[in-house]
């Protein structure tokens, strides 16, 4: 098995085994591109957990369902169309511990509808969806998202707990929402608990100690516990891999502790998203103007935050690197990077509040291909049409051949459904 390169190199010609060049003749650009192993050897590395709960808000493209299935690895749903896509790709409704999860703070129309046809197991992160389950259902069982009074993240944009989260049933309601349950015939037999996305290892572990507490508060019913996703990956060089076997640690003591309590096993879930793809992801953009202010060289390449929109939305980094279409000697520069769209924040090199900064990049020229990286997760199902652009094509690598995993939008897709009347 392989690991995804990291850090990016400054230049490169291939992404697992295979030529950027092709990849960008073959299949156009912009195109994200995703390696099969990598993730694969992603979610082995978890498997001191019972269970590893795909988040797949992350990266939902069918072709990495499918591999993370097969992985072992069972699934969250977030909307109906997560929840088709789960079912699409081979999970079971039902089964134990269950293969689906709907995890949410909200039920709209839909997937509450989609929940109950199929039987899918529910989380609920509000007293709202406790009732509006209950009243459809003939009693069974719930798990409960708390928010429990604090939060972190690598944005505050990706903080998912405390006062200002709507996130999660607020821990001093957890025995109010047990009652609530109870007055439905709705045994709480799982806590799950996930305070943002991009924390580093010290607070998801004070995360841990949160849910102990909130664990022997929700009674002897309760069967499992879930982490949440969280765990960090590495943009920048120098960011640290998450220490695995110290975070299981952790948690399998707080496991083991409840299970001493309540005098039988506690299932112990972890659901990560961005940790088992955000490195085995690429977009493969072409240069396609290189111009200048009396302040800065901008590189612009034919994807914008219609493609990727961490940047504009997070400040969040991105690693790049340069395939030259020749071999011509490219010194470093210190660039800025951006898109086509017709909006002053289409800048992939941007920090939290739009403010422009700029990227060392070995010169660029047209024509050249640019590889962003750790775009695995939370890129291609982000991106929109906006500009009316479509949307990218999709690759999988696997043992060195690139195989479409989907097809990118054509003209007549954008404006499928629109009406003149
Ligand atoms: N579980 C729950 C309940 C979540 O809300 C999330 C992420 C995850 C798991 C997975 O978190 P991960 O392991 O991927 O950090 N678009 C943002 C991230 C938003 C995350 C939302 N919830 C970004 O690009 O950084």
């Given at each position: 098995?392989?690991?995804?390169?990291?850090?990016?190199?400054?230049?490169?010609?291939?992404?697992?085994?295979?030529?950027?060049?092709d990849?960008?003749?073959?299949?156009?650009?912009?195109?994200?591109?995703?390696?099969?192993?990598?993730?694969?050897?992603?979610?082995?590395?978890?498997?001191a957990?019972?269970?590893?709960?795909?988040?797949?808000?992350?990266?939902?493209?069918?072709?990495?369902?499918?591999?993370?299935?097969?992985?072992?690895?069972?699934?969250?749903?977030?909307?109906?169309?997560?929840?088709?896509?789960?079912?699409?790709?081979?999970w079971?409704?039902?089964g134990?511990?269950?293969?689906?999860?709907?995890?949410?703070?909200?039920?709209?129309?839909?997937?509450?509808?989609?929940?109950?046809?199929?039987?899918?197991?529910?989380?609920?992160g509000?007293p709202?969806?406790?009732?509006?389950?209950?009243?459809?259902?003939?009693?069974?069982?719930?798990?409960?998202?708390?928010?429990?009074?604090?939060?972190?993240?690598?944005?505050?944009?990706?903080?998912?707990?405390?006062?200002?989260?709507?996130?999660?049933?607020?821990?001093?309601?957890?025995?109010?929402?047990?009652?609530?349950?109870?007055?439905?015939?709705?045994?709480?037999?799982?806590?799950?608990?996930?305070?943002?996305?991009?924390?580093?290892?010290?607070?998801l572990?004070q995360?841990?100690?949160?849910?102990?507490?909130?664990?022997?508060?929700?009674?002897?019913?309760l069967?499992?516990?879930?982490?949440?996703?969280?765990?960090?990956t590495?943009?920048?060089?120098?960011?640290?891999?998450?220490?695995?076997?110290?975070?299981?640690?952790?948690?399998?003591?707080?496991?083991?502790?409840?299970?001493?309590?309540?005098?039988?096993?506690?299932?112990?879930?972890?659901?990560?998203?961005?940790?088992l793809?955000?490195?085995?992801?690429?977009l493969?953009t072409?240069?396609?103007a290189?111009?200048?202010?009396?302040?800065?060289?901008?590189?612009?390449?034919?994807?914008?935050?219609?493609?990727?929109?961490?940047?504009?939305?997070?400040?969040?980094?991105?690693?790049?690197?340069?395939?030259?279409?020749?071999?011509?000697?490219?010194?470093?520069?210190?660039?800025?990077?951006?898109?086509?769209?017709?909006?002053?924040?289409?800048?992939?090199?941007?920090?939290?509040?739009?403010?422009?900064?700029?990227?060392?990049?070995?010169?660029?020229?047209v024509?050249?291909?640019?590889?962003?990286?750790?775009?695995?997760a939370?890129?291609?199902?982000?991106?929109?049409n906006?500009?009316?652009?479509?949307?990218?094509?999709?690759?999988?690598?696997?043992?060195?051949?690139?195989?479409?995993?989907?097809?990118?939008?054509?003209?007549?897709?954008?404006?499928?459904?629109?009406?003149?009347?």
């Amino acid at each position: 098995m392989s690991a995804p390169p990291f850090p990016l190199p400054s230049t490169l010609q291939e992404l697992a085994g295979v030529a950027v060049r092709d990849l960008a003749r073959d299949f156009g650009t912009p195109t994200y591109v995703y390696d099969a192993a990598g993730i694969t050897e992603r979610v082995a590395r978890l498997r001191a957990f019972d269970v590893v709960r795909y988040a797949q808000k992350a990266n939902s493209n069918l072709a990495v369902l499918d591999l993370v299935r097969r992985a072992g690895a069972l699934v969250d749903a977030v909307s109906a169309g997560e929840i088709h896509r789960a079912l699409a790709a081979g999970w079971a409704a039902s089964g134990e511990p269950s293969p689906i999860v709907y995890t949410a703070d909200l039920f709209d129309r839909e997937a509450l509808e989609l929940v109950l046809e199929h039987g899918l197991a529910v989380n609920c992160g509000s007293p709202d969806m406790i009732d509006q389950y209950g009243e459809r259902v003939d009693g069974g069982e719930i798990t409960l998202r708390v928010n429990p009074g604090f939060g972190h993240g690598h944005s505050r944009k990706t903080n998912t707990g405390g006062p200002h989260s709507k996130h999660g049933i607020w821990h001093e309601q957890l025995e109010a929402c047990v009652a609530r349950a109870a007055h439905y015939d709705l045994r709480v037999t799982g806590l799950h608990v996930h305070i943002g996305s991009g924390v580093d290892m010290r607070h998801l572990a004070q995360v841990a100690e949160a849910c102990c507490e909130l664990a022997v508060r929700t009674g002897p019913g309760l069967q499992s516990i879930s982490a949440g996703g969280g765990l960090p990956t590495r943009y920048r060089e120098g960011d640290p891999e998450p220490d695995i076997a110290a975070y299981f640690a952790i948690w399998d003591g707080v496991r083991e502790r409840l299970k001493r309590g309540l005098g039988h096993p506690v299932r112990l879930e972890i659901e990560p998203g961005r940790f088992l793809v955000a490195e085995s992801g690429w977009l493969v953009t072409e240069v396609r103007a290189v111009k200048r202010t009396s302040q800065h060289t901008f590189v612009l390449v034919d994807a914008g935050f219609n493609v990727l929109a961490r940047p504009v939305l997070y400040g969040a980094y991105h690693p790049m690197a340069l395939v030259p279409a020749d071999a011509d000697p490219r010194p470093l520069r210190d660039v800025v990077v951006a898109g086509p769209l017709c909006e002053s924040g289409d800048i992939f090199t941007q920090d939290e509040g739009g403010l422009v900064r700029t990227q060392p990049l070995p010169e660029a020229r047209v024509g050249d291909l640019l590889v962003i990286g750790g775009a695995g997760a939370y890129g291609a199902v982000m991106a929109s049409n906006y500009n009316s652009k479509p949307l990218p094509a999709e690759v999988l690598l696997r043992a060195g051949k690139a195989q479409l995993v989907r097809a990118r939008q054509t003209l007549e897709d954008l404006v499928r459904g629109e009406i003149i009347p």
